[in-house]
Nanobody, 119 residues
Framework: QVQLVESGGGLVQPGGSLRLSCAASGIIFSLYTMGWYRQAPGKQRELVAGITAGGRTNYTDSVKGRFTISRDNAKNTVYLQMNSLKPEDTAVYYC?????????????WGQGTQVTVSS
């Protein structure tokens, strides 16, 4: 059974930092592209940052220079370090794992963790 379990969300003041973690089980983690998405109330879910199996990263423009995605294949965990947080970063953050195995697309989601940036 595949599980993606996020942690690290919470309430933080503007300018503060949080580190989200996503622990994966039930998959060969090193073969998956991992991503962090977020969804704010009334908005569509959007990709925040992604990291490929080979370690290549990409970010949405609004978080470039503030957020850093990383992965530890030994721990089956992907991280999102979020600095200089802004109120507009408030959202539920979801971990995603995707890969293609034997020509079959595989895609899994975590349950989400709330991040609230407010004074």
């Amino acid at each position: 059974q595949v599980q993606l379990v996020e942690s690290g969300g919470g309430l933080v003041q503007p300018g503060g930092s949080l580190r989200l973690s996503c622990a994966a089980s039930g998959i060969i983690f090193s073969l998956y592209t991992m991503g962090w998405y977020r969804q704010a109330p009334g908005k569509q879910r959007e990709l925040v940052a992604g990291i490929t199996a080979g370690g290549r990263t990409n970010y949405t423009d609004s978080v470039k220079g503030r957020f850093t995605i990383s992965r530890d294949n030994a721990k089956n965990t992907v991280y999102l370090q979020m600095n200089s947080l802004k109120p507009e970063d408030t959202a539920v953050y979801y971990c995603n794992a995707e890969s293609v195995v034997l020509l079959t697309a595989l895609n899994y989601w975590g349950q989400g963790t709330q991040v609230t940036v407010s004074s």
